[in-house]
């Protein structure tokens, strides 16, 4: 292992931050051995903040409708192949219901953009699901909207949103999303939940097509400057119905090797093992909890709609994913020394991060 990037992975653990091209250079040679050892520092610094409890968040998908069309994405409204489906308010009441039971605290609702959830819908349901749990977190992620948007649904109970900001190149944005679609409206979201008090999440795709280490190194300069309480990663994995059918997909070992880099940058960062690891890699989210993660987030979705929702091919949505496998789940996390626990998963505060060394 080289002694120059070894050196750059413990200044990233004490002082949270390099240089762009510092990031570049970890990305474009990184090495199993280099990948190994950022691993092995984050989960030194995960446990220090964390320990070993995994959060898990109940995840209901309330509709494959979508008005836009990414480029990458299988539901898509170009798709005309799609299988479009949307959970009632009651559907989904009825979900965060069964979940409480399975001893979920945390319910992430996501969706395309899809106009029938309007804010009248939305915040009541928001809303229902406060009233019913009132020691629950509510998560939304269903896209761009209005500020006044967010704040209704703010106002109405939500505690997070999940936002993935894809890229932060504006010229790589634009090859994966319609000229509709405007990089600036991505980042004013992101900014206008912030500043409402939404925890925010952020994130990016790993392997996405056209994208280069300089790329990666943009979106991990941003996460660091951005400081959000969240960032979602994933492997890029093609759908057959986009025009990125026979792009390769993204690569499993790099993911994890970037979820390293972003806990060392930020050690009280709530960070998924996400089900695209999973997709790709039977042991891809046991790997991402090995590389730094901390959160893994179950289907509670209905059983009859889960295959409905295909962002990508093959996304796994039956078995042990499924909420109501939680034991296996909790099983797999004990295999490799960690425990499922039944929290809402907050974000640790400053006062519970190891300070960085003089």
């Not at 000229?179 to 409206?185: E, K, L, Q, V």
């Not at 097509?209 to 979106?219: F, G, K, S, V």
């Not at 962002?311 to 042990?320: A, H, Q, R, S, V």
């Not at 909420?323 to 640790?348: E, F, H, K, N, T």
Request: hydrophobic share 35%; net charge negative; glycine share 8%.
């Amino acid at each position: 292992m080289r002694s120059d990037l070894a050196h750059l992975i413990d200044v990233l653990a004490q002082r949270h931050e390099l240089a762009l091209a510092e990031y570049e250079q970890l990305v474009d040679q990184r090495t199993p051995e280099l990948a190994a050892y950022a691993a092995e520092r984050a989960v030194e610094v995960r446990k220090a903040v964390y320990g070993t409890d995994v959060f898990v968040r109940g995840l209901i998908e309330i509709s494959s409708h979508c008005k836009n069309d990414c480029r990458y994405c299988g539901i898509r409204r170009s798709n005309a192949t799609a299988e479009r489906y949307r959970l009632s308010p009651q559907d989904i009441m009825d979900c965060a219901n069964e979940g409480y039971d399975l001893g979920f605290r945390t319910f992430v609702l996501q969706g395309g953009e899809d106009p029938w959830f309007d804010d009248e819908r939305l915040c009541g349901i928001v809303a229902s699901i406060k009233a019913a749990h009132p020691d629950c977190a509510v998560t939304l992620s269903v896209g761009e909207r209005s500020r006044a948007s967010y704040q209704a649904l703010f106002d109405a109970g939500a505690d997070r949103y999940l936002l993935r900001h894809e890229t932060a190149t504006r010229a790589h944005y634009e090859r994966l999303h319609p000229a509709a679609m405007s990089y600036h409206n991505r980042m004013r979201c992101l900014r206008d939940l912030r500043d409402i008090g939404y925890a925010v999440g952020c994130g990016f795709m790993v392997g996405s097509p056209y994208q280069t280490p300089a790329h990666l190194a943009a979106d991990l300069k941003f996460v660091e400057e951005f400081r959000p309480q969240m960032c979602g990663i994933g492997p890029f994995v093609p759908h057959h119905a986009t025009e990125f059918a026979y792009e390769p997909g993204g690569s499993v070992e790099l993911t994890c090797f970037l979820l390293s880099l972003l806990r060392l940058m930020q050690p009280n960062l709530l960070l998924p093992a996400t089900t695209a690891l999973g997709t790709l890699d039977p042991r891809g989210r046991e790997k991402g909890i090995l590389a730094g993660a901390n959160v893994v987030m179950p289907n509670l979705s209905p059983a009859g709609v889960r295959s409905k929702y295909e962002l990508y091919d093959n996304k796994i949505c039956t078995g042990e994913e499924s909420a109501q496998s939680r034991d296996q789940l909790a099983a797999r996390m004990c295999s490799i020394g960690y425990q499922v626990v039944v929290d809402r998963g907050d974000p640790r505060t400053a006062a519970s991060i190891p300070q960085p060394k003089e």
